[in-house]
T-cell receptor
Framework: DGGITQSPKYLFRKEGQNVTLSCEQN?????MYWYRQDPGQGLRLIYYSQIVNDFQKGDIAEGYSVSREKKESFPLTVTSAQKNPTAFYLC????????????????FGPGTRLTVL | AQSVSQHNHHVILSEAASLELGCNYSYGGTVNLFWYVQYPGQHLQLLLK??????LVKGIKGFEAEFIKSKFSFNLRKPSVQWSDTAEYFC???????????FGGGTRLMVKP
């Protein structure tokens, strides 16, 4: 069964703690993305990765970090430096630039809701 | 900076009413356009997309959208909504040269039975 999985579904964190959100895909996609969703603001891009061992900052990367050691995995760490981390986090993937036709489309995982206590 | 605007934040309709959700983008040149839907408790799903060709695009569940280049718009339509269409709808755009999407703020649709 192909798709994108994110875990956990709900996550609670105390202030000052780092926390890592998991994202895995078995679609053989090169590109992966992390978004943050807040009410009324749509989705904002945190980080993206076009290929293994490479990633780029998105629009709101401050307070976050990522790694891309394997093609199928793109974990996101929310650090204590992120001032307002409570949000819904969405991971996505797409075929990617390297093999991209003009029809590259992003597909999304189910999301992780992070609450800072 | 490139941007996508959805002017209606909340829409309430009765079943069988017609739906039109607005979406405007600020990209010049080639643009790819998408509508995604997020049903309550579910993940974001692709409704339809436009890359080129016929500006009237048909998607899943009876939705369609029309690309009007002169108006920089990509409005979503459905002739007769159902209670099950209650969801949040997101418009997204991408310039022709890359694969980064810019999303609008979303429109929450509530359909009353």
């Amino acid at each position: 069964d192909g798709g994108i999985t994110q875990s956990p579904k709900y996550l609670f964190r105390k202030e000052g703690q780092n926390v890592t959100l998991s994202c895995e895909q078995n679609l053989n996609h090169d590109a992966m993305y992390w978004y943050r969703q807040d009410p009324g603001q749509g989705l904002r891009l945190i980080y993206y990765s076009q290929i293994v061992n490479d990633f780029q900052k998105g629009d709101i990367a401050e307070g976050y970090s990522v790694s891309r050691e394997k093609k199928e995995s793109f974990p996101l760490t929310v650090t204590s430096a992120q001032k307002n981390p409570t949000a819904f986090y969405l991971c996505a993937s797409s075929i990617g630039v390297g093999r991209r036709s003009l029809t590259d489309t992003q597909y999304f995982g189910p999301g992780t809701r992070l609450t800072v206590l | 900076a490139q941007s996508v605007s959805q002017h209606n934040h909340h829409v309430i309709l009765s079943e069988a009413a017609s739906l039109e959700l607005g979406c405007n983008y600020s990209y010049g040149g080639t643009v790819n356009l998408f509508w995604y839907v997020q049903y309550p408790g579910q993940h974001l799903q692709l409704l339809l997309k436009y890359f080129s060709g016929d500006p009237l695009v048909k998607g899943i569940k009876g939705f369609e959208a029309e690309f009007i280049k002169s108006k920089f718009s990509f409005n979503l339509r459905k002739p007769s909504v159902q209670w099950s269409d209650t969801a949040e709808y997101f418009c997204a755009a991408r310039g022709g040269g890359g694969n980064m999407l810019t999303f609008g703020g979303g429109t929450r649709l509530m359909v009353k039975p």
